[in-house]
């Protein structure tokens, strides 16, 4: 199954920020105790190539485990060396993208603007992460899929359990899901992992009654 389908069959990017590298395995074991399966790792989290490779090791194919936070080439080839099977920016940096799908890994840009949306799926993106999903809005991605219907768009920034119904119905193939569902600076005890599980079952159980419903797109 390649990356975008990955991705679809999911629907929820679990984003991990802000955590320590000794609890990133305990963090990605209760999401997928609750059935978050597509996780990002954030490149600013300490000794994040070791983190990425533990978590690879131990996980393997069971979860889709990438790297955020990539803001150049150079940091996108260290993670990929790490296993990280897709790379996400904040932003559109060609080079980035460019060095990504060198080495044959997914390749997810933030992008606004239709022009750098284009820009970046041009430049090789497979799918464009949409910021901030929050401010712009849900209908901000049906209006963007009128001119650009082959575009994959996974929004991210502000999408909770609430809201997230909306970003489906507009055309995206999934959403990244950050505090909402993992809180920064965990401790990562026991009673923490198995609040984290029981949220992560919440937004995993809303996705596949978005499915049963027909509300996720089948489409880019």
Do not use: C, H, W
């Not at 990133?24 to 490149?43: D, H, P």
């Not at 970046?120 to 949409?130: F, N, Q, R, T």
């Not at 970003?167 to 950050?178: K, L």
């Amino acid at each position: 199954m390649d990356g975008i389908s990955r991705i679809k069959e999911n629907g929820i990017v679990a984003i991990i920020r802000g955590q320590k590298r000794e609890n990133i395995v305990y963090i990605l074991e209760a999401l997928l105790k609750g059935g978050i399966r597509t996780v990002e790792v954030t490149a600013d989290t300490p000794g994040i190539t070791f983190a990425i490779e533990e978590a690879v090791k131990e996980f393997g194919d069971e979860m889709y485990i990438g790297a955020g936070t990539v803001l150049d080439p150079e940091t996108a080839k260290l993670v990929i060396n790490s296993g990280a099977k897709f790379v996400i920016s904040p932003t559109t940096n060609v080079e980035t993208i460019r060095l990504t799908k060198r080495y044959g890994v997914l390749s997810m840009p933030a992008a606004m603007t239709p022009t750098e949306i284009l820009t970046a799926y041009e430049a090789g993106a497979d799918v464009i992460k949409l910021f901030p999903a929050r401010s712009l809005g849900a209908s901000y991605i049906k209006d963007v899929r009128g001119p650009l219907p082959q575009v994959p768009i996974l929004p991210t920034g502000g999408i909770e359990l609430e809201n997230m119904n909306e970003f489906f119905r507009a055309g995206a193939i999934g959403v990244g899901i950050g505090s909402s569902l993992v809180k920064g600076n965990m401790t990562a005890t026991p009673e923490e992992l198995m609040e984290l599980t029981t949220r992560a079952k919440l937004y995993a159980d809303k996705f596949v009654e978005l499915k049963q419903k027909g509300i996720v797109s089948n489409g880019v």
